[in-house]
C-alpha cells in the first residue's frame, strides 16, 4: 500500500518515531497513515538496521540478471545493425548465428536502445499489426508498378523510372529495372527477361495508368494484348485505393528507404547495379515479418510455365466471325466500323451473338472488348 505524503523520507521518520514513542499504538499509525502493517514493520526493521539510511527508496533492480545479454551476443547485435541499419530487433534477431543462444526479439532491442542505435527511418519501438491476405502458392499472382520516378546527378542522363515486380505469396523481389521511362517498349522488354528466368505467372496486377492501363473507356493497351497472348490475365486496381498493390507499395517504400535514399546515382547503370546488389539481399537475406522472419527466396519457386520463343497463335470458336483490327484501333462489320482499342492493331478478334437479339460481343483470346448494338451502331 502506497504511503500518503509528499516527502516520502519526512512521513517515514515521522511514522517510525511516532511508533518508538511510549504507549503507541501501531494499527492505528498504519491506519492513519494508510499503509499496511505488512509496510510499517519493514521500515521499522530497516531503520533499526541502518538508521535513517534506511528509510531512503531502494533500486528495484535484481540482484543478479542470468538473463541479460553478454559481451559477446551485444557484439554480434551491434555489428549486424550497423551492416543492415534499416533493420529492426525482430530481422537482427532472426539473422544472430546458431552458436549463440537466440535470445527474444525484446532483447536485441534492449540492446540498441542501451548502445542507443536507431534505426534509420523508423521509430526503434514502431510496432503496428496489419491482417494481411496473400495467394496460396507462387507464381500466382506477381505485382507490379513503377516505384515514382527520381533525378540523376547527372542531368544529361533524365531521370530513373524503378520497374518492380513483386510475388504475391513470397514477397520474392522478381525485378527491380532502372528504367529511362515509363512506355510499353521498355516495360515489355523488362517483362521478358523476367519470364525467361524465372517463368511465367498465371496474372498480373497493376495499376490504371499507362503502359498496362487503358486510357480509354474500352479496350485493351499493347502490353495486356502482349500479356494474353501469353496467357496472362491482367487485373487492375480500383482508381485511388493502393491497397490492391499493397506489398509491391510497402516494397517501393523500403526500396526508397535503403537505396534510392542514401545516395545519389550519376546513370541509369549506376542504378541498375545498386539495385542488383540491394535486391539478392532483399530476397536471400532479409528476414521478412509476414514469413516468420524468413526471406523471400525461402517461399519462392520458380514458374513451371516457360516464356515461348514465338507467341503462340490465337484460336477462337469454330462459329465465331473473325475480324482484323485497323492501326486506329477498329474493325468493321456490317458497313459500320466500331472501335475497341489501339492496342490491338493487326490482331485478330472473334465476334459472337449473344441471347439478346441484336446484340454482339466482341472477344480478344478470352478478354471480352466490347458489345455491337446493331440496333444503335455507334
Excluded at 91 to 113: F, N, Y
Excluded at 190 to 214: C, H, I, K, V
Aim: aromatic letters at 10%; hydrophobic letters at 35%.
Amino acid at each position: 500500500m502506497p504511503w500518503k505524503e509528499s516527502t516520502s523520507m519526512s512521513s517515514r521518520l515521522e511514522f517510525v518515531l511516532l511508533v518508538l514513542s511510549a504507549s503507541a499504538n501501531i494499527a492505528e499509525l498504519c491506519r492513519r497513515f494508510g499503509i499496511s502493517r505488512k509496510t510499517a514493520y519493514k521500515w521499522l526493521e530497516r531503520y533499526h538496521a541502518e538508521g535513517e539510511g534506511g528509510l531512503q527508496d531502494r533500486s528495484r533492480q535484481p540482484h543478479c540478471s542470468p538473463c541479460t545479454a553478454d559481451g559477446e551476443l551485444e557484439m554480434q547485435v551491434l555489428a549486424l545493425h550497423f551492416e543492415y541499419p534499416y533493420w529492426g530487433a525482430r530481422k537482427l534477431c532472426a539473422l544472430l548465428p546458431d552458436t549463440v543462444k537466440r535470445p527474444h526479439h525484446s532483447t536485441v532491442h534492449a540492446i540498441l536502445q542501451r548502445h542507443e542505435c536507431q534505426v534509420l527511418g523508423v521509430p526503434i519501438s514502431q510496432s503496428v499489426v496489419f491482417k494481411r491476405f496473400e495467394h496460396e502458392l507462387p507464381n500466382d499472382l506477381w505485382q507490379m508498378d513503377f516505384k515514382g520516378h527520381f533525378a540523376l546527378t547527372d542531368t544529361a542522363a533524365g531521370r530513373c523510372h524503378p520497374l518492380t515486380i513483386l510475388d504475391d505469396h513470397s514477397r520474392f523481389s522478381l525485378c527491380i529495372a532502372a528504367c529511362g521511362n515509363e512506355r510499353y517498349a521498355t516495360v515489355r522488354t523488362a517483362l521478358q527477361s523476367t519470364f525467361e528466368r524465372y517463368g511465367m505467372p498465371a496474372r498480373f496486377t497493376a495499376d490504371n495508368g499507362p503502359p498496362w492501363g487503358s486510357t480509354g473507356l474500352i479496350g485493351l493497351t499493347k502490353l495486356e494484348v502482349w500479356l494474353a497472348r501469353l496467357g496472362i490475365a491482367v487485373g487492375h486496381s480500383r482508381p485511388n485505393h493502393p491497397q490492391t498493390q499493397g506489398k509491391d507499395e510497402r516494397f517501393h517504400r523500403t526500396l526508397k528507404l535503403e537505396v534510392i535514399g542514401r545516395r545519389g546515382y550519376g546513370s541509369l547503370a549506376q542504378c541498375q547495379s545498386a539495385f542488383d546488389a540491394w535486391r539478392e539481399i532483399y530476397n536471400a537475406v532479409r528476414p521478412h515479418q509476414s514469413l516468420n522472419q524468413q526471406p523471400p527466396i525461402s517461399r519462392y519457386r520458380c514458374s513451371g510455365r516457360s516464356f515461348p520463343s514465338v507467341l503462340p497463335p490465337v484460336e477462337y470458336l469454330p462459329d465465331d466471325q473473325i475480324r482484323k483490327v485497323d492501326k486506329n484501333g477498329y474493325l468493321s462489320y456490317g458497313h459500320h466500323r466500331y472501335f475497341v482499342g489501339e492496342g490491338l492493331h493487326a490482331e485478330s478478334v472473334a465476334i459472337r451473338p449473344t441471347c439478346t437479339d441484336g446484340l454482339l460481343e466482341v472477344f480478344f483470346c478470352k478478354h471480352k472488348v466490347r458489345e455491337i448494338d446493331l440496333q444503335n451502331p455507334s
